[in-house]
């Protein structure tokens, strides 16, 4: 037994006053805590958890009252402890007739919705009907038992002790299946690694509704009222908080089919079906050591377990081979395939289940921006590839290079062979960064008036036209849960997918727009982080990209950027069509003549960057006479001149050249969003600069839109409201450097990062204190003791504030080691010390290998414990000469001074093997894959992180928990 000590809440309950005395009398209540109910209730690790758990703390905090948790007894003991008054609330219970002759009853406080588990192979079982006669295993005592013997007497029971041994003979073939809360079956099949078995469906029969309750032992009927007056105090906020944190993807199940009698007769004849694998299609179809890999293989191992059929995966021949396979039947199904004419007269075509924009890759001194621009240039295509259709009977105009697949096709460009290459978008880029071809780029939108050419489908063979309608429907089964798990593996920030139920309520305008349009194009800036940039092999990173990627996702509307040189280019390139959207843009009137704008999905707050030893600046109307500037696309220009007429203000081209003119004495200040400003001071070491002030205004970015689609500023705007608090502060603390709570507004972190800004206040105040104090030493001579000591306090009072600015500047804040920003710098330096003395420098990037799996299994608080004992034993083995940083989210980089690759080699795999050997809490083993790169005296620090980042990569690919990098690192 636990007892839980609450915490009073601000939330008021209207309480009479025998409740209240009532309350004061028993300030002890006794709850029942189950071993292995998870998430909603369960024992681990010496403490109750779960959603259930954290409710009734969440009460408990409200009514001032202590919980003491009962944890050991099965529920058919929990159940006699409380007719015996030995317990006073049950959790998680369900009201049936029985149990109300003994137990009081609140009004449901969650549901957890009724599903059946089988096992894989099982394609009989779809509902109560189907189990008549069968074997049906479920706990001892729970409800279903009560409904099941009184009306279902044909399915014969199997009781056990609890839902896990229920599991378990399911899974060892004791039973044909199990019942129970779709959100603890998952759960519990995660946790026990019962990989053959599946939720098949919902149980739609209300007797079986798992509306969880509160049940009181029934002589406290005023304590049943208190708790129902709490239960209705719940917040929405407080209960979207618990929903995120232990229900979010639980209550998803892999939806069988309910396949009719003819679908059934289908596949019983053909219980193996026969599907391309390409060799070298990534991310979407590749073969990689013999087996198949990526996002549309994913997506038919889903659908084949929604209907139970087996796969046979033929891999080796070529696009064209495989088209040919279809036309003489020797092959039932093609993934990721286009719709042409053509191959409708061999081919059956599914609904989309992918968008994949199709894109023009060139030299990046040469580019395309059309088809029309390649008219009499040479370009490479895979053979047999629906381009090759398209080009041959509409643009004859362009010259032919056909190539065995898409690799091949941009290392025609490399060589000499082909002017460009079409692709894929997706696959170009995977293709781009993976094999380093820093030599190319996405220069254009290959735009054919025909957007149905960015749909990829599954073709089936035209003999079965059964077999299309059963992969159609399978198609529209798939939740955007389950797209966005696979999306997410395969994809990251690029969103090609057409994930099916945003969750965003579409008018039938904005349906139809989604399907005549289903990929739009969009520019960027290409430098301006940590906002955005167009980063290696053409991909948009930054707070902008993520926000923007969670827009897309909840629209169901894949994107394709169209490189520009600057933010000046991107708004030509808006505002001229020749992009739907800007990721980032501010409103101003002279914008809005030709652009529609969102609802604005980031704030940021306006500072003025001035020299070291300027005084604080207290808004800009202190600043009269004086000339300061601000980067071109801020829009902030007319806005102050207009408020602020006596300031002379003039724009600079960026962030970097305003702080260069600024440190060069030409212009008082830089106004700029803090974000930016304090990347570009600690990237080109501006170190003589400060940020000097916060401005009364902050900088809104929103989505401008093409003022002809106001379809997509509605989605846009839809969007915009849809994104939660807890996914700003996933931005925020991938991209700014400082921690906070998942239950405070986002707004809160800049508090502190302005704690800075409050540190350089006061060294000012201490400042203009000292300089008072000596005047006052001149002119009072016999003081003088006295007032060096005064002196010598302040002074050192500075000195403590200038460590802790320096501290908040270069610390991350969970771990202790550097942020990002300082190991950046610090790599720049090692950088320059390579140059000048010859000397050896080697990098280490490393990630925590299925760091999200222990965040989702154990939570956020455990994900934080285990990132600080990670770091942790970095420290400890390595030595004191290196410099250690925490890159992003799980990824850490270490900077190994006068160290070799093969030196840094041995350094790697010692830390690695630390790492394995130590025993984490809650957790137990985590291990880390290790990417290596040594530097060379001509390489840039983006080159040299591309080449660990790379190599990272191939750890993960190899399986993780080991090192990689360059030959000459290993072992000889």
């Known amino acids: 037994m636990l007892v839980f000590s609450a915490v009073s809440q601000a939330n008021e309950i209207v309480l009479t006053q025998e409740e209240k005395t009532w309350l004061l009398n028993h300030q002890e209540v006794r709850v029942h805590n189950e071993v292995s109910w998870g998430p909603f209730n369960y024992h681990e690790f010496g ?57 009081l009853f609140t009004d449901p406080y969650v549901n957890n919705p009724s599903g059946i588990v089988v096992r894989d192979d099982n394609r009989t079982v779809r509902d109560l009907r189907d189990l008549n006669g069968r074997v049906l295993a479920i706990p001892k005592g729970f409800f279903y038992q009560e409904i099941i013997e009184k009306h279902f007497p044909g399915i014969q029971l199997l009781l056990l002790k609890d839902q896990v041994d229920s599991l378990k003979a399911v899974a060892f073939g004791r039973a044909d299946a199990t019942m129970g809360g779709i959100a603890v079956q998952n759960h519990l099949i995660r946790k026990h690694l019962m990989s053959n078995l599946k939720v098949v469906g919902g149980i739609d029969d209300p007797r079986f509704a798992n509306l969880l309750r509160l049940g009181v032992r029934e002589d406290w009927p005023i304590f049943r009222s ?57 991310p979407f179809n590749y073969n990689e050591q013999g087996k198949p890999k990526g996002f549309s293989i994913d997506v038919m191992n889903l659908i084949a377990k929604k209907t139970g059929f087996r796969i046979q995966y033929i891999s080796g021949p070529n696009w064209s081979d495989f088209l040919e396979m279809s036309k003489e039947r020797k ?25 994949n924009p199709n894109v023009i890759v060139s030299k990046k001194g040469t580019k395309y921006e059309s088809i029309e621009s390649l008219f009499d240039k040479t370009v490479a295509i895979p053979k047999g590839f629906f381009y090759e259709e398209i080009l041959t009977n509409e643009y004859p105009q362009v010259k032919l290079h056909l190539v065995t697949d898409a690799l091949e096709s941009l290392k025609a460009i490399s060589i000499g062979k082909a002017d460009a290459a079409l692709g894929e978008a997706a696959v170009f880029n995977h293709l781009i960064a993976k094999n380093l071809m820093n030599d190319l780029t996405v220069s254009g939108e290959v735009d054919v008036g025909k957007p149905d050419l960015a749909n990829l489908r599954i073709g089936v063979r035209s003999d079965w036209p059964i077999l299309q309608r059963i992969m159609d429907r399978a198609i529209e089964s798939l939740t955007r849960d389950e797209v966005a798990s696979i999306s997410q593996r395969w994809m990251g920030n690029e969103n090609y997918i057409a994930r099916p139920g945003s969750g965003l309520s579409l ?90 704008f969102t609802k604005p999905y980031l704030r ?19 600043l009269k006479d004086k000339t300061v500037g601000v980067p071109k696309g801020y829009g902030l220009l007319n806005k102050f001149k207009q408020d602020y007429p006596s300031l002379n203000i003039i724009e600079v081209d960026n962030v970097a050249d305003g702080l260069r003119i600024v440190e060069e004495g030409r212009i008082f200040g830089l106004i700029g969003a803090i974000a930016p400003v304090g990347h570009a001071i600690r990237k080109h070491r501006f170190l003589n600069l400060k940020i000097g002030g916060r401005l009364d205004e902050d900088w809104k970015l929103a989505v401008a839109i093409r003022n002809d689609s106001p379809e997509l500023l509605s989605m846009f705007n839809k969007a915009t409201d849809y994104i939660t608090e807890e996914e700003h502060s996933k931005v925020f603390q991938r991209w700014v450097s400082v921690k906070f709570e998942h239950d405070t507004n986002y707004d809160l972190i ?126 400890d083995n390595t030595r004191k000469t290196d410099k250690i940083g925490r890159w992003g989210g799980e990824e850490f980089m270490i900077l190994l001074p006068e ?48 080449k660990a980042d790379s190599a990272l990569y191939q750890a993960k690919d190899q399986g993780r928990n080991c090192v990689v990098g360059e030959e000459k690192a290993l072992p000889s």
């Open 604 to 622: 940021l707050p306006l500072v003025i960057a001035i020299q070291e030893d300027s005084l604080f600046v207290d808004g800009l109307k202190s």
């Open 899 to 946: 160290t070799n690759a093969k030196m840094a080699y041995r350094l790697a795999e010692k830390l690695r093997t630390a790492i394995a050997a130590e025993l984490f809490e809650e957790v137990d083993q985590v291990t880390a894959s290790f990417g290596l790169a040594e530097a060379t005296e001509d390489q840039s620090s983006r080159e040299l992180i591309k």
């Open 750 to 875: 800049w508090k502190l990062i302005f704690a800075a800004i409050i540190i350089i206040t006061a060294i000012t105040l201490w400042n203009w204190k000292l300089s008072r104090l000596n005047k006052k030493l001149k002119l009072e001579i016999g003081l003088r003791e006295t007032a060096e000591t005064q002196l010598q306090i302040l002074n050192e009072t500075l000195n403590s504030k200038n460590d802790e600015l320096s501290i908040l500047s270069t610390t991350d804040a969970l771990t202790g080691l550097n942020n990002r920003l300082h190991i950046e710098t610090l790599l720049e330096e090692e950088l320059f010390r390579l140059q000048q003395l010859k000397h050896p420098l080697t990098i280490l990037l490393l990630d925590v290998d299925l760091f999200k799996k222990i965040n989702d299994q154990h939570g956020h608080l455990c994900g934080d414990s285990v990132l600080k004992q990670f770091a942790q034993i970095i420290v």
């Open 226 to 282: 208190i708790l129902q007056k709490a239960i209705e105090s719940v917040t929405k906020e407080e209960r979207d908080r618990l929903n995120r944190r232990w229900l979010e993807g639980g209550l998803q199940r892999t939806q069988a089919l309910h396949l009719d009698k003819e679908e059934q007769e289908f596949l019983s004849s053909h219980p193996v079906l026969r599907v391309h694998n390409e060799m070298a299609w990534p």
């Open 331 to 355: 092959l039932d199904m093609m993934l990721n395939i286009v719709n042409t004419a053509e191959r409708r007269n061999y081919i059956r075509f599914t609904r989309p289940y992918a968008v």
């Open 47 to 103: 403490r109750p958890k779960g959603y259930s758990i954290e409710f009734m703390n969440l009460l408990a905090a409200k009514l001032d009252i202590e919980i003491k948790y009962v944890t050991g007894p099965t529920w058919g003991e929990f159940l006699n402890m409380l007719d015996h008054k030995e317990l006073d609330v049950m959790l998680n219970i369900i009201k049936t007739e029985d149990r109300s002759k003994y137990i």
């Open 507 to 596: 008018t039938a305008t904005e349906k139809n727009y989604l399907e005549k349009q289903p990929g739009i194009t969009f520019c960027a800036n290409p430098d301006w982080m940590p906002l955005e940039q167009i980063g290696p092999g053409g991909r948009h990173d930054g707070m902008v990209a993520d926000y923007l990627n969670l827009m897309a996702d909840r629209i169901g509307i894949g994107m394709t950027m169209l490189p520009t040189e600057n933010s000046q280019q991107s708004l030509e390139y808006a505002q001229n069509r020749r992009c739907d959207i800007m990721s980032a843009a501010f409103e101003t009137p002279e914008a809005t003549r030709q652009l529609n």
